[in-house]
């Protein structure tokens, strides 16, 4: 048992299938419709997709005109690539702690930073931020949301994250296999704002102009094309996008699924002494559930992790604060402690299992698993 896992079925290996004898392996009509799907389910106008949800935060971060000599924020406790998009143009990330319950951003150390050129706030492992609360918080900043964990979740209002509501200018997925849904590796950006969106496709295609009334120089012919920024080959292609459109068809089924899990282990759990369960959604919202990420007591959690693996669950720990990472510490002098909130999250947390095959006697296994794991150590 995985710590989350992807559904493939027979209609979605029939998409791919049927991409494939297609004439247009890459570039071709899918990638337009997984791009108009996307925006219609997140209420977005625009969506843009690309070869993995690291190249989109990248490109959300290029499109912000994020640069040498800027200064970003994001979360402590995140996966690397919230905080190396920024790095990859030359600007210097830095980290604000989290709130102990959510485990999402904390604004008032946001706030702390002082001013800064751009914001990653993160739904972490599927729950959302507070849009409003961010933006007021990140002040001139322009917020880049990254919601890999959170495609299918809705804010506390009940609207889509994704939908770019309230000072959230982009938000950024991952398709990767253990997120909402897959295209195998994959990723897209959100944005209400046309001219975005439009530097990130020539970012994601070489930093070359299409628009042909956009041309610097005399159009010498149909061959002509212009290279306008120093962009990447970041494209995905028509056959994983023929696999996010049947993927994300199914998109509401696997994130109730994932819901009726974590409600499984809510009511199960909720006795199990040395136990903290994560931050369920509020009002009106839905949480995504990439994770359920619980926390035992940080002295025996070496213990109860051993345990668990040992009998056969794949579980993890999501995240070693992103600043503690050799790279982080040595390029920019971060030392360990930086953030007091996410250290001590860091050190107690533990993902077990969570994601739409599961059962309710899986549930049941890793519930009685994690009670003798906790019982042994
Ligand atoms: C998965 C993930 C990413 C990167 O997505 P890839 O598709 O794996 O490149 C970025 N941020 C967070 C928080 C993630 O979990």
């Known amino acids: 048992m995985p710590y989350s896992r992807q559904i493939i079925d027979d209609d979605d290996v029939a998409a791919v299938a049927a991409a494939l004898r297609g004439d247009l392996l890459t570039t071709g009509p899918l990638v337009d419709e997984f791009e108009a799907a996307l925006a219609a389910v997140t209420g977005a106008v625009e969506a843009v997709v690309f070869a993995n949800g690291t190249a989109a935060l990248h490109a959300a971060c290029f499109a912000a005109g994020v640069g040498p000599g800027d200064v970003t924020a994001t979360s402590a406790i995140s996966f690397a690539a919230s905080a190396n998009c920024a790095a990859y143009l030359g600007a210097t990330p830095r980290f604000a702690d989290v709130d102990p319950d959510t485990v999402n951003v904390d604004p008032a150390s946001l706030l702390a930073l002082g001013p800064v050129d751009a914001v990653v706030p993160v739904d972490f492992a599927g729950l959302p931020i507070e849009p409003d609360v961010i933006a007021a918080a990140a002040g001139e900043a322009t917020v880049i949301e990254d919601a890999a964990h959170g495609l299918g979740a809705r804010y506390a209002d009940g609207t889509p994250v994704g939908s770019c509501p309230n000072g959230i200018v982009m938000t950024a997925f991952s398709f990767h296999p253990v997120k909402s849904i897959t295209t195998g590796e994959g990723g897209a950006v959100t944005t209400n704002d046309a001219d975005l969106?439009?530097?990130m496709r020539r970012f994601r295609h070489h930093g070359i102009e299409r628009d042909r009334s956009k041309f610097v120089g005399a159009d010498e012919?149909?061959?002509?094309?212009?290279?306008?920024?120093?962009?990447f080959n970041y494209r995905i292609t028509d056959f994983q996008c023929a696999l996010g459109l049947t993927q994300l068809k199914k998109l509401d089924g696997f994130v109730e699924a994932r819901n009726e899990i974590a409600d499984a282990y809510r009511d199960r759990l909720a006795p199990v002494e040395d136990v903290i369960l994560p931050a369920a959604a509020t009002g009106a919202g839905r949480h995504a559930y990439h994770l359920f990420a619980i926390r035992v007591p940080a002295a025996r959690r070496r213990g109860v992790f051993d345990a668990l693996r040992a009998d056969g669950l794949g579980v993890q720990v999501h995240y070693l604060p992103i600043y503690r990472h050799p790279w982080y510490?040595?390029?920019?002098?971060?030392?360990?402690?930086?953030?007091?909130?996410?250290?001590?999250y860091y050190a107690g947390a533990i993902s077990i299992p969570i994601y739409p095959g599961m059962s309710k006697?899986?549930?049941?296994?890793?519930?009685?698993?994690?009670?003798?794991?906790?019982?042994?150590?």
């Open 361 to 377: 006697d899986d549930v049941e296994r890793v519930a009685r698993s994690l009670e003798t794991a906790l019982a042994a150590s």
């Open 221 to 231: 012919g149909p061959w002509y094309h212009e290279m306008h920024d120093l962009g």
């Open 329 to 344: 510490r040595t390029t920019y002098g971060y030392e360990a402690g930086l953030c007091p909130n996410a250290e001590a």
């Open 197 to 199: 969106a439009a530097a």
